[in-house]
């Protein structure tokens, strides 16, 4: 292929068209694409003008095409004027006159700031709007002997702005079971009647929708005109999202004979309460005779309709014998971003967590190692959640963002330490930081397949950290192979690699790999760790619930633990939707 003139138009505008071989169908279309490109550098007059077909050289070897490009002159910008756009949206789309004066002629930069333009109108009520060139002249360049910037022809014009008809929006149209009140999902999805029509905001109404773990769309959302209001149908089914799971045992109580000790796990997740999208999870859990947890969560969105949504939590834990953690706190969200790639929310929050040492007995070990203490730490911080993926319940590609990080005050009182010098070494009041993160990203190997990668982990700071002060990880949902909350730390990293292989909409069986690293260091005692564990397991799904099954070994300093089936752990867990 070669041009004729303009230095063979560098060549062909830099698109670098390949040798072939083609078909006569590959030829036509490396053609089209080839003058595009030249039209888009500028060369607005390109054109193919001639093809010859050179025989092969022996009976076996391709016929070659010799194409002959006419390149002509190449344009630029004389002036390209604002016409009847208004100033305050030139600034907001970028143009500036100067931009288009004087200037070599590039398609892509027209389209770019047309594209804005449209934007700005699809998202402020005109959805038809239409950009273009108006007064449009060309002029055959510099006569004075000194070469313009594009040297070849110009063209000056104008924009012109055509806005079509102003639509609003009026109502949702909605078919199937959808038991979500038409009030909250219009202030959920910011489509309220007689507003403004978006296009911004459908496409993120959508993406909104299909992020709901209680409605299921079944067909995707259609958008209807009529005359001058604007139409959203929705088509969509109820998901069993709430969830129940538990277990309950009566043992003989060996502390306190002739009675007997309740034991177990209560899970319950309610979504969706009275059909507005709040959110209540309550969590119990005594598995050892002196320990328990309790959870208490409850999400409050879009209130006093608006944007905001507002969490409030409660937790207890008390540790054996040793000491009793209390927190509570509040959050409010705020969604960020356009919603067509992703879903964010900001969030600020507070929180207050306090420990009262029940252990107050003094030994031997109490003179070196201060393990315990009766604190209290108020925190206030700032936090932000993204997730991208294809479908919450059945993930093969996008990402799982969460981060957060609070600064306050502690208060310590070591009211357990009988020895002084101990108790004056430490610093009553002070700063404390910390801030967790974690980040999954889902890869699609295949039709059914996906590949996770996932890194999740903390920091704490502070000049008098305690065991009751740390994080705590292990377990099903953390670090497989090792015993529910076994470690403490105040800095972790976890790396996952898992494998999954889909059978079913949820149901999937899975390899994996977890590998930690942590550390910690309280008065008196330092420790860390690289602890690894890895298996295999199942996900399966039934009508009424979903149960989750992994075999997994796990090798690691603290507590000592080997790669051996006298060591493997067992994680199951089953949750009942309905």
């Known amino acids: 292929m070669y041009a004729a003139d303009e230095a063979s138009a560098q060549p062909l505008a830099q698109g670098k ?64 004027r604002p016409g009847n756009l208004a100033e305050a949206l030139a600034r907001q789309s970028g143009y500036r006159e100067k931009y288009f004066r004087q200037r070599p002629f590039r398609y892509s930069e027209f389209v770019d700031l047309a594209q804005a333009i449209l934007q700005f109108y699809e998202n402020n009520g005109f959805p038809f709007a239409s950009v273009g060139l108006d007064s449009l002249r060309f002029s055959p360049g510099s006569t004075n002997g000194k070469k313009p910037a594009w040297e070849g022809a110009g063209l000056s ?39 403004p029509f978006s296009q911004l905001r459908i496409a993120e109404a959508e993406r909104i929708l299909r992020s709901l773990p209680y409605l299921q769309l079944t067909r995707p959302p259609e958008l209807i005109f009529r005359n001058d209001r604007a139409y959203l149908h929705l088509w969509g089914a109820p998901v069993r999202a709430s969830q129940f799971d538990g277990i309950v045992g009566l043992l003989p ?11 177990g796990q209560i899970n319950i997740r309610l979504q969706n309460l009275f059909s507005s999208g709040k959110y209540l999870h309550v969590e119990w859990q005594r598995l050892r005779t002196n320990s328990q947890l309790f959870n208490a969560e409850y999400e409050h969105p879009n209130l006093l309709n ?21 927190s509570r706190g509040i959050r409010l969200f705020y969604p960020v971003g356009s919603g067509t790639r992703g879903m964010g929310r900001v969030n600020f929050f507070t929180r207050i967590n306090s420990t009262t040492v029940t252990d107050t007995t003094t030994g031997p070990r109490d ?5 315990f203490a009766d604190t209290r730490f108020t925190a206030y911080g700032l936090g932000y959640d993204f997730s991208s993926v294809d479908n919450p319940f059945r993930p093969l590609r996008g990402w799982l963002i969460r981060w957060e990080a609070a600064a306050g005050n502690k208060q310590v009182r070591p009211r357990n330490l009988t020895n002084d010098s101990l108790r004056n070494s430490l610093n009553r009041n002070s700063a404390q930081i910390f801030s967790t993160a974690a980040v999954s990203h889902f890869l699609r190997t295949g039709k059914n397949t996906s590949l996770l990668l996932r890194a999740s982990g903390g920091l704490l700071f502070n000049d008098n950290l305690f065991l009751n002060d740390l994080f705590r990880f292990g377990g099903l949902t953390t670090l497989r192979g090792f015993n529910e909350n076994t470690f403490f730390a105040s800095r972790y990293l976890i790396g996952t690699v898992e494998y999954r292989l889909y059978f079913e ?15 910690y260091r309280i008065p008196g005692q330092s420790r860390s760790d690289s602890p690894l564990g890895w298996g295999v397991g199942m996900n ?8 989750t099954f992994a075999y997994a070994l796990g090798r690691g300093t603290f507590p000592q633990q080997s790669f051996s089936i006298n060591q493997s752990k067992v994680h199951f867990g089953y949750v009942n939707r309905f």
């Open 367 to 371: 003179q070196v190692v201060i393990r």
């Open 253 to 263: 109580n060996q502390e306190k004979p002739n009675q007997v000790l309740i034991t």
């Open 17 to 80: 068209v390949s040798s072939g071989p083609y078909d006569s169908l590959g030829l036509h279309t490396a053609l089209q694409q080839a003058v595009v490109r030249l039209q888009g550098a500028g060369y607005l007059l390109a054109a193919t003008d001639s093809l010859r077909m050179v025989p092969a050289k022996t009976d076996a070897g391709p016929v070659e095409a010799v194409v002959g490009v006419t390149v002509g002159p190449r344009f630029g910008w004389l002036a390209l």
């Open 505 to 519: 909409q949820v149901s999937y069986l899975f390899a994996f790999v977890d590998q930690g690293l942590w550390g």
């Open 306 to 326: 608006t944007r905001i949504s507002v969490e409030g939590k409660f937790n207890l834990l008390r540790e054996d014998t040793s000491f009793l953690n209390i």
């Open 157 to 195: 014009a104008s924009l012109k702005i055509e806005k079509g008809t102003y639509i609003r929006f009026d109502s949702l149209m909605i078919e199937g079971e959808i038991n979500i009140k038409p009030s909250f999902l219009r202030n959920l999805l910011r489509l309220e009647r007689d507003q």
């Open 540 to 547: 399966l799904g039934f009508k009424g619930g979903i149960f």
